[in-house]
């Protein structure tokens, strides 16, 4: 197993000091992804090192970008990035994973309680099915990592956001330009470069008030 050291040497590139207590969180989450992924297959990634870079760093790279505050919806959990673990550098957050495979939803359960995280909802709901609920309206941030049939589920991550809210994609540039044009109530950052990635980005975009013809 990694030790802080190791975990906070491969961090680095991504520009992120976490203080001790996360650190040992995050050690504690890898080493239940590790042992976890030999049975329920949670990532094809198997070395620690690159779980920690291709995860854990990748995913709060995002903190660089946008404040976290208030509400966060994350659809396709998964092994629970991004969302689950933004929520260990932003312990204030109010957290929403949804992840509809039950296997999955055992292992985030069981990190959170590792882990001792506390303010996260972990639920078994398809986004398509979440946003008709009483729940799924006006959260402050909405975060999607490797989900697929992006373009027909983009509507309806933007329909629970507040306005003002932040739409946070991790996607390639390939599929980013194939959905740049796409008219939805969004006002879109560039692209961020991931760091050590040679295609895969992060897009950030706002909630406005929808205007005629969107």
């Not at 509809?100 to 506390?118: D, H, N, S």
């Not at 941030?141 to 932040?166: I, K, S």
């Not at 939805?184 to 992060?202: C, D, T």
Request: glycine share 10%; net charge positive; charged share 25%.
């Amino acid at each position: 197993m990694l030790g802080e050291a190791e975990v906070r040497r491969l961090l680095a590139p991504f520009g992120l000091e976490l203080a001790s207590e996360r650190l040992q969180q995050l050690v504690v989450y890898l080493d239940l992804l590790l042992r976890w992924n030999k049975r329920i297959n949670l990532t094809a990634i198997r070395s620690p090192e690159e779980c920690v870079t291709r995860h854990f760093g990748e995913s709060l790279y995002l903190m660089h970008w946008v404040e976290l505050k208030g509400s966060l919806l994350d659809i396709g959990s998964g092994a629970g990035f991004p969302g689950l673990a933004l929520k260990l550098a932003a312990s204030g957050l109010r957290e929403v994973l949804l992840e509809p495979v039950a296997k999955k939803r055992a292992f985030l359960k069981e990190v959170i309680r590792a882990c001792g995280i506390e303010g996260v909802e972990v639920r078994g709901e398809r986004l398509e099915d979440f946003a008709l609920t009483s729940a799924a309206g006006g959260f402050d941030t909405v975060t999607w990592r490797a989900v697929g049939r992006l373009d027909e589920l983009l509507p309806l991550a933007v329909r629970v956001l507040r306005l003002g809210g932040q739409l946070c994609l991790w996607l390639g540039m390939d599929r980013w330009r194939a959905l740049a044009g796409a008219r939805l109530p969004i006002s879109w950052l560039e692209p961020i470069p991931v760091p050590q990635s040679r295609s895969r980005v992060i897009v950030i975009g706002t909630r406005r008030a929808v205007t005629s013809g969107e």
